[in-house]
C-alpha cells in the first residue's frame, strides 16, 4: 500500500492509494503513527480508495481512547461509492462509534 502524507501546519492529509483491507492496514497504520506529535488534525483522503472492508473502519475508529477521546480530530474526503456505502451501513449498525460524523451530507441514491 502507498499512501501520500502532507502535513500542514497542525494538520496531517493522509491519501491511500489502493484498497484499504487487513493487508493494507499496517501500513497505513505506520503512516499515521509517523505524524509528528504537534498534528491536532488528521484528514484520511479516500479519494485514490475505491474499496474498503472493515478494516477501513477499524482504522477511522482506533485513534480513540477508551473513554472515546482521541489525539486527533479526525476527517474524512474524497469518498467513493462503496467506502461511503460501508461508513453509512457502520453508522447504522453501530451509532456510538461515530461513524456519521465521517460522512458528507445527506445519503445519496444507490444506482442500480
Known amino acids: 500500500m502507498h499512501s501520500t502524507t502532507t502535513i500542514d501546519g497542525t494538520t496531517a492529509r493522509i491519501t491511500p492509494h489502493g484498497v484499504i483491507d ?3 492496514l499496517p501500513g497505513l497504520r505506520a503512516s499515521r ?3 509528528p506529535p504537534e498534528i491536532t488534525a488528521v484528514t ?3 479519494r485514490d ?3 474498503m ?3 477501513g473502519l477499524h482504522l477511522l475508529t482506533e485513534h480513540l481512547s477508551e473513554n472515546g477521546h482521541s ?3 479526525v476527517a474524512v474526503a474524497g469518498l467513493a461509492a462503496q467506502p461511503e456505502r460501508l461508513l453509512r451501513m457502520a453508522a447504522e449498525a ?3 462509534l461515530g461513524f456519521g460524523r465521517l460522512l458528507p451530507g445527506p445519503p445519496r441514491e444507490q444506482v442500480s
Do not use: Q
Open 33 to 35: 503513527a509517523a505524524l
Open 49 to 51: 480508495t475505491v474499496f
Open 71 to 73: 489525539r486527533w480530530i
Open 22 to 24: 487487513f493487508d493494507t
Open 44 to 46: 484520511w483522503d479516500l
Open 94 to 96: 453501530f451509532p456510538a
Open 53 to 55: 472492508d472493515v478494516a
